[in-house]
């Protein structure tokens, strides 16, 4: 659809690899991936479980780099990262396929508009200004004593095991102290890298993306120990043991 | 090896989650997404159990828009949407890779004569003419009573259960009115988009393909009845019931 | 990343299909794709357990044709088949993201090293010249009395099972009286192609890797068998049996 409208445009497949409909995963993936793009890039996000709904479709000019999809959280966490952006309301039909379905948006609603869009059509010839989008938001980091609560918000394709705590959370002055918590399961030290922990059972790893990640090197963590997205983790600083 | 012969070729990656050898499942995304593209676009369908043997390898010009694919049924239902169309068996070696395995005509036939043909060699260039294909048919839907008897005829990785019937077919005036069977599972009414079943087990739609499908909101339809292709679905009048 | 260095540059997703940490697979699929690839082709592999430790990050290039990735082995098998090739450690950080993961080199260094490639930047300026890299070993054939030893190498998404048993290892002269033994099953004559094995148990052919291979006609020889990388299989001639 986007290469009938424009020939010329270079389609990126970013990822098919995000579970149906899990929005947050798209959410999280995105904010990962479209850092790395060069401004003017065209971001097409089309987890959209409520496709045909009232839910509204959305097109955001976020300084240059552009999103477009569902007003579902998709975009929660890409906004948090530019302080002005412009939200348009995909309203206007002459930039839709028609007939337009019920179930598939990405194709007759977010891909003509994408195709337009890079041709040079202005943001808001697509549509009304909108001004609030719906936002899922990030889960807190709880400091309680010594320790930080956190949990995992993500499980990538290895099944490495990936929290929302941050390298800026951890401010770790020394590595080798750090004691993490999963369940019965300690980790003690944090690695530089998965093959850190060649021959122990788990690693933890500040991840790509900046977070506290507890992987298996040349293994799958999630397999290991049967956690899911939303188990707590706790980071404390190894006591001292007198033996 | 199609890039060798044309760098300039702009290839498109439609699908590779196509099951091993289900040709039918091949011939109906290709219908379904073939005629999004522009005219002129040359689909290559690469679901080819019989490769290596005497099926013989197509070129098919259909009004501009090119398939280069396996005689095996794949191009089935986008000849049905075509009145008149070349077809040329690739019998020519010219255009070949050499050595010509037995078992990946993708590589050795397919992809070489699309380059080709993308740089303008004529489609009679490429073998002899050719009358008539393989078939496979649309499983006829069938009116008892005040019944239509339709069946499952793909699954998609959603586990959306994708039926023979279509909008056509349906031409319902009163979409609250619909019953729909599938083994001993009834749904009444048609839905307009997924989300009209939140809270219901199931539902059904006429989805972006314009055929009737049933499906369950944010899960899987298929984990959920354990249906499969083939299966009968029926849809009648629902009855006006005095209780 | 690439794409934000050289907006021009042509990026082709050869394969996610990797297992993970399978290096062995990813240097199998690299040599037999990337011969059908054009001189001056950028090949970057990234299926890198090691990354971030002290395994090299390299850029070779073999006459013209470039390889980028992790020093693991997973070149082993393009560089055979070339017989001058300069390799260069990429250690100079002027070509790296900066700040830079432990986990990700395939963002992080693999990624704008092509970019800058691609550009024209010339191989020397990346690093340091390399004299030797991690090699892994094609397994070696044994003959033994009349017969052929060899193993299974790899199994692909359609369950065949290919061997290290090469078109040259067998020259064969008569295919009906060859004999392949896997396991306690004996498949007799080699097919031509996977039709030829209709109807039969499992074929034996020599496929487009030039590779013998193990396969069942429309269906999954991994699966019937249950047979694994590394399981021996051996190639014998048919006895001439009196009855």
């Not at 445009?9 to 993936?29: F, K």
């Not at 709904?53 to 975009?75: E, K, Q, V, W």
């Amino acid at each position: 659809v986007l290469l009938g409208i424009n020939p010329e445009a270079q389609i990126v497949d970013l990822s098919h690899g995000i579970a149906p409909q899990d929005v947050w995963a798209g959410a999280l993936v995105l904010r990962q991936a479209s850092r790395f793009f060069p401004t003017g890039t065209i971001h097409v996000a089309v987890v959209d479980p409520g496709v045909g709904s009232n839910r509204r479709p959305l097109l955001i000019d976020a300084g240059g780099t552009f999103f477009i999809g569902p007003d579902n959280g998709i975009f929660s966490l890409v906004l948090g990262e530019s302080a002005r952006h412009q939200i348009v309301e995909l309203s206007n039909p002459h930039y839709h396929l028609i007939p337009k379905s019920g179930t598939f948006h990405g194709r007759d609603i977010f891909a003509p508009v994408a195709g337009y869009l890079s041709l040079g059509v202005p943001a808001k010839d697509f549509g009304e200004p909108v001004e609030n989008i719906v936002k899922l938001s990030w889960p807190a980091v709880a400091a309680v004593d010594q320790e930080l609560h956190g949990e995992i918000v993500y499980i990538d394709r290895f099944g490495n095991l990936i929290t929302n705590l941050s390298d800026r959370d951890l401010k770790i002055d020394d590595p080798a102290s750090v004691e993490i918590r999963l369940g019965d399961r300690v980790i003690r030290g944090l690695a530089k890298s998965y093959a850190d922990g060649a021959g122990a059972e788990l690693i933890a790893v500040v991840n790509s993306w900046g977070l506290l990640e507890i992987a298996q090197f040349s293994g799958n963590a999630q397999m290991k120990t049967g956690a899911n997205v939303g188990d707590k983790v706790y980071v404390g600083k190894r006591e001292t043991r007198y033996v």
